[in-house]
């Protein structure tokens, strides 16, 4: 007889626990997408320098590039844009380099990006180049160097 009791508590527990996983899931899984993924176009200048063009809409973070100054692609390569909103298991490569970590828990997430000799993050509140923390400003363009200097950066014109 106590067994039936204990077996009624569980299924009981149990079609609660489906219950409110079913009612809730829907605005947690909105929650954690609302904000869009990371926007990366891989590509090339006029004058065959490489560039990262960044966005987050959602975010207003628009138009944000970043310049490998001294490198050069040939004239065959695509600009490529990529999204980061699935996760991957990393590494893997990505035009000028190997993404070398990604979390996309709650978009749009971190992303890190080893290219060519520098270490660019992505994330939400700052954008983060070989350590070193850059607010994020549109329509701004950051150029890198090769030797690991400190990157310049130039505003809106």
């Given at each position: 007889m106590k067994s039936e009791g204990t077996l009624k508590h569980f299924v009981v527990a149990l079609l609660l626990a489906v219950g409110c996983y079913a009612l809730f899931y829907p605005s947690i899984e909105h929650r954690r997408t609302r904000k869009g993924p990371w926007e990366v176009a891989f590509a090339r200048t006029n004058a065959d320098v490489p560039l990262l063009?960044?966005?987050?809409?959602?975010?207003?973070i628009t138009n944000v590039q970043v310049m490998f100054a001294d490198r050069l692609v040939g004239t065959g390569f695509t600009n490529t844009h990529k999204t980061f909103g699935e996760?991957?298991?990393?590494?893997?490569?990505?035009?000028?380099?190997?993404?070398?970590?990604?979390?996309?828990t709650f978009l749009p997430g971190t992303v890190t990006f080893q290219l060519f000799d520098h270490e660019i993050e992505?994330?939400?509140?700052v954008l983060v180049i070989d350590r070193q923390e850059h607010p994020w400003v549109s329509n701004s363009t950051i150029t890198l160097h090769p030797i690991r200097n400190s990157p310049t950066r130039s505003g809106p014109r």
């Open positions: 063009i960044i966005d987050q809409p959602k975010l207003a996760p991957k298991p990393v590494p893997f490569p990505v035009p000028f380099g190997t993404c070398v970590f990604m979390d996309t992505l994330i939400p509140r």
